[in-house]
């Protein structure tokens, strides 16, 4: 019988943008070399401004499975960004056991900062080879069997509905 305290996470679907929660961190996609070039990092750099890949890109390279955190720039819903690699190169495709990698990273690295929510995305264009399905699977998945306690709420994010069905169709799958 163990002797370690259960617990919980609340799981939440988000059709929409990133920057419409509120939480305490971001995961941010990106490559080894931290570029926000494509998907949801690019959608940030966007959104906020050039210091905060300045910031990455002054730690990057960074291995696949390994996040690095920064400040979130002039965002005002986030705190921090949690930069998870998912693929090697910037143009390079995302395969999916380093998605599961960088959402295992996302959490472990919210844990370390004793975050309470943190909004994690699908991974974007990077993985247009692999199913939806198959990327809805290994990132809840990975929240699933995450052993420490990860942050207290998770919310997966994207502007796509059919990944939205995706996650809720593997998370609560019809019997």
Known sequence: MSNRTPFTVELHFKHGSLLDLNVDAICCPTSSQGYMSQGPGLFIKENSNESIEEEILDIAPLAIGSAAVTSSGNL????????????????????????????????????????????????????????????????????????????????????????????????????
Request: net charge positive.
């Open 76 to 175: 005002t819903n986030t705190k921090l960004l949690i930069h998870c690699p998912n693929r090697l190169e910037d143009k390079a495709k995302a395969k999916i056991e380093h998605i599961r990698l960088s959402v295992r990273a996302a959490l472990v690295a919210g844990h370390h900062k004793k975050v309470e929510t943190i909004a994690i995305p699908a991974p974007g264009k990077c993985a247009k080879s692999i199913t939806m399905k198959e990327i809805a699977r290994a990132m809840i998945d990975e929240i699933r069997n995450y052993k420490d306690t990860p942050p207290m709420t998770v919310y997966l994010v994207d502007p796509d509905i059919e990944m939205i069905k995706s996650w809720e169709g593997y998370a609560f799958p019809q019997k």
